[in-house]
């Protein structure tokens, strides 16, 4: 079984002050890990995503993650905050293999303050 | 590329009544998925499809809730009775296969009276 859990559920950051959402996982087997971003009344879009390649992913407007299989964590960053990056972000988890289900934390909603 | 379509956007119901939502996925995505977010949570996958055979429905409620995807394409998810607790945002999402990654619509926001 799969899990993850997402350490704050609010993180409020300045513009152009570095972005740190935290992620750890619980899985049975090799994992694969994704980062999705929500905005309001939108549904969900992939950041980037862990799938045994490189240890560092890079991701879609400036984010990278970086899975930590010693920590069990899959934590997202972004060096320089902007406005449109305030958003509800959810970290998942799936197995690397059969049908993939995808186990979403609870989310993280980021502020963005000027 | 088109992306994932669903309706209605919104819909409010009393207790005990019924509602449908449809999706449309992207056009030769084979994998649907509908998911239930509650406020203040993340997404919980209530039914992945595979063309049009269900390959996990472990979380459906299958006593009140029920979902069909004909000829593989689009598909309903249904709702009968609803309760209170069914108060959520409705997500579709659909992949070119399992393990793809996934797109997602803007969902359905369910609201229970």
């Known amino acids: 079984a799969q899990s993850v859990t997402q350490l704050g559920s609010h993180v409020s950051v300045s513009e152009g002050a570095l972005v740190l959402l935290r992620c750890n996982y619980s899985?049975?087997?090799?994992?694969?890990l994704f980062w999705y971003v929500q905005y309001p009344n939108q549904g969900l879009q992939l950041l980037l995503k862990?799938?045994?390649?490189?240890?560092l992913v890079k991701g879609i407007n400036g984010f990278e993650a970086e899975f930590k299989k010693s920590e069990t964590s899959f934590h997202l960053t972004k060096p320089s905050a902007h406005m449109s990056d305030a958003a509800e972000y959810f970290c998942?988890?799936?197995?690397?293999?059969?049908?993939?289900?995808?186990?979403f934390g609870t989310g993280t909603r980021l502020l963005v303050s000027p | 590329e088109a992306g994932v379509a669903q309706s209605p956007r919104y819909k409010i119901i009393e207790k005990r009544q019924s509602v449908a939502f449809w999706c449309n996925p992207i056009?030769?995505?084979?994998?649907l998925y509908w998911y239930q977010q509650i406020l203040g949570q993340g997404p919980k996958l209530l039914i992945q499809?595979?063309?049009?055979?269900?390959?996990?429905d472990s979380q459906l409620p299958k006593d009140r809730f029920s979902a069909e995807r004909l000829k593989g394409v689009d598909s309903t998810l249904k709702i009968q009775p609803a309760k209170l607790e069914d108060s959520a945002v409705y997500l579709c999402?659909?992949?070119?296969?399992?393990?793809?990654?996934?797109?997602f619509g803007d969902g359905t926001r369910l609201s229970i009276l």
């Open positions: 999402a659909s992949s070119l296969e399992a393990g793809a990654p996934q797109h």
């Open positions: 056009s030769g995505h084979a994998t």
């Open positions: 899985s049975s087997v090799p994992p694969y």
């Open positions: 862990y799938t045994s390649a490189a240890t």
């Open positions: 998942a988890v799936s197995a690397n293999t059969g049908f993939q289900k995808l186990v």
């Open positions: 499809f595979q063309n049009n055979g269900v390959v996990d």
